[in-house]
């Protein structure tokens, strides 16, 4: 009995992107049973942040396009910007700030995927509208 599936997964992703509370919109590429991990690309607008919340799983972000500021643990931040990766560990409180006037955009990859059950919000809804 093999623990990895391999072949064609049927479509599991999002075909537009929406606004979700945490203030960022969101597109989901990917998040099959049997894939195991899940994908997702973000869209934080310019000059604004998330919300502080925290995923139970291992997140990272693959930064696609534009500048910010990643903040974890409700520590200082450090910059990013086109080509960075983040790793972030389970249940990390995590927010992150778009530093400049353009779209921040990037990729969340969650393993194992992600789900909704294992989403906090860390504090109250964002005031960033989209």
């Given at each position: 009995?093999?623990?990895?599936?391999?072949?064609?997964?049927?479509?599991?992703?999002?075909?537009?992107?929406?606004?979700?509370?945490?203030?960022?919109?969101?597109?989901?590429?990917?998040?099959?049973?049997?894939?195991?991990?899940?994908?997702?690309?973000?869209?934080?607008?310019?000059?604004?942040?998330?919300?502080?919340?925290?995923?139970?799983?291992?997140?990272?972000?693959?930064?696609?396009?534009?500048?910010?500021?990643?903040?974890?643990d409700?520590?200082?931040?450090?910059?990013?910007?086109?080509?960075?990766?983040?790793?972030?560990?389970?249940?990390?409180?995590?927010?992150?700030?778009?530093?400049?006037?353009?779209?921040?955009?990037?990729?969340?990859?969650?393993?194992?995927?992600?789900?909704?059950?294992?989403?906090?919000?860390?504090?109250?809804?964002s005031?960033?509208?989209g």
């Amino acid at each position: 009995m093999r623990d990895i599936f391999f072949g064609l997964l049927e479509h599991s992703g999002e075909t537009e992107r929406h606004w979700i509370e945490e203030g960022c919109f969101i597109q989901e590429i990917l998040n099959h049973p049997e894939a195991k991990t899940s994908l997702a690309r973000a869209w934080v607008p310019g000059r604004k942040k998330t919300s502080w919340h925290s995923v139970a799983v291992h997140e990272c972000y693959l930064i696609e396009s534009g500048h910010g500021l990643v903040e974890l643990d409700y520590q200082t931040g450090f910059n990013v910007s086109a080509g960075d990766n983040v790793s972030i560990l389970p249940h990390t409180p995590q927010r992150i700030c778009n530093t400049g006037d353009q779209e921040l955009v990037f990729l969340c990859l969650c393993a194992p995927r992600f789900t909704p059950e294992g989403y906090q919000l860390l504090e109250g809804t964002s005031i960033n509208s989209g």
